[in-house]
T-cell receptor
């Protein structure tokens, strides 16, 4: 079975600063990778996904992520965050049999 | 499309009572997922269906939990009897064919409190 590790449970950052949210998964077999965002009191929404092709994936709201197969990582980045990016971010992996979610990273953007 | 619909949005009940959570997936989606989210355990997949058939229920915590999908537009998650440790937010999500590579669309969740 897969496991997904989000090393940072909380990330505080000032507005307009860059941010990176880290995600590592356990297996190097073929997988699909996702980042979801959860705003307070809402369900999860897809930010971006990697299925194949270019290892740099661009998503909504200016976020991007880079798939690194050798390091089994899929870190999420944004060059300049806004207050509205304050939310919880989940990395997810599927090995075609099941979805596995990370424990989430709470991004707190301060003015 | 209205998205995934869940009801009720909030449920407060007493220990020992039966609880039924409801979900209407997006029309045309073949996959339906039930998740539970708690502070302690994060987001857990409980069960998922493909074309109304349960595919993997290994995440269902115990026999008190059961899920059904009688048709393509409706699913229920039932807890009987409920316990305080069942308190959580329960999400339903749906996805189009090849759901495991496609985006899952989440409902707003049902916040369950068992006293």
């Amino acid at each position: 079975a897969q496991s997904v590790t989000q090393l940072d449970s909380q990330v505080p950052v000032f507005e307009e600063a860059p941010v990176e949210l880290r995600c590592n998964y356990s297996s190097s077999v073929s997988v699909y990778l996702f980042w979801y965002v959860q705003y307070p009191n809402q369900g999860l929404q897809l930010l971006l996904k990697y299925l194949s092709g270019s290892t740099l994936v661009k998503g909504i709201n200016g976020f991007e992520a880079e798939f690194n197969k050798s390091q089994t990582s899929f870190h999420l980045r944004k060059p300049s965050v806004h207050i509205s990016d304050t939310a919880e971010y989940f990395c997810a992996v599927t090995d075609f049999n099941k979805f596995y979610f990370g424990s989430g990273t709470k991004l707190n953007v301060k003015p | 499309d209205a998205g995934v619909i869940q009801s009720p949005r909030h449920e407060v009940t007493e220990m020992g009572q039966e609880v039924t959570l409801r979900c209407k997936p997006i029309s045309g989606h073949d996959y339906l997922f039930w998740y539970r989210q708690t502070m302690m355990r994060g987001l857990e997949l409980l069960i998922y269906f493909n074309n109304n058939v349960p595919i993997d229920d290994s995440g269902m915590p115990e026999d008190r939990f059961s899920a059904k999908m009688p048709n393509a537009s409706f699913s229920t998650l039932k807890i009987q009897p409920s316990e305080p440790r069942d308190s959580a937010v329960y999400f339903c999500a749906s996805s189009a064919d090849r759901g495991l590579s496609n985006e899952q669309f989440f409902g707003p969740g049902t916040r369950l409190t068992v006293l």
